[in-house]
């Protein structure tokens, strides 16, 4: 069974960067194409970013474009999602997820397959 386990959260001040990791395990990392969600309180799941397997294409949200960077090392198993100028309204948990595909990165939470239980990021004003 594939376990995402996601680290790299916490508090920070408007302006401020971030970055967020991912480790899988349990599973052929390079058969997924990996993503990042987030969620707000009070609030549903949106996409941030995804990356295919190769690191070849890459999606991002409009709302994050320009400040985030999702990144991939194969060889650690492991997904990066660099965050920089942040703002009070990217406070959420985000979330890794990971796609069996080898096809483009998705959108949806449904085309994910498996799912960490989040890191917090907190932006202060």
């Known amino acids: 069974q594939v376990q995402l386990v996601e680290s790299g959260g916490g508090l920070v001040q408007a302006g401020g960067s971030l970055r967020l990791s991912c480790a899988a395990s349990?599973?052929?990392?390079?058969?997924?194409?990996m993503g990042w969600f987030r969620q707000a309180p009070g609030k549903e799941r949106e996409f941030v970013t995804a990356?295919?397997?190769?690191?070849?294409?890459?999606l991002y949200a409009g709302a994050v474009k320009g400040r985030f960077t999702i990144s991939r090392d194969n060889a650690k198993n492991t997904v990066y999602l660099q965050i920089n100028s942040l703002k009070p309204e990217d406070t959420a948990v985000y979330y890794c997820a990971a796609a069996l595909t080898v096809g483009l990165p998705r959108t949806s939470t449904d085309a994910y397959d498996y799912w960490g239980q989040g890191t917090q990021v907190t932006v202060s004003s």
């Open positions: 349990g599973g052929t990392f390079s058969s997924f194409a």
């Open positions: 990356i295919r397997w190769n690191g070849g294409t890459t």
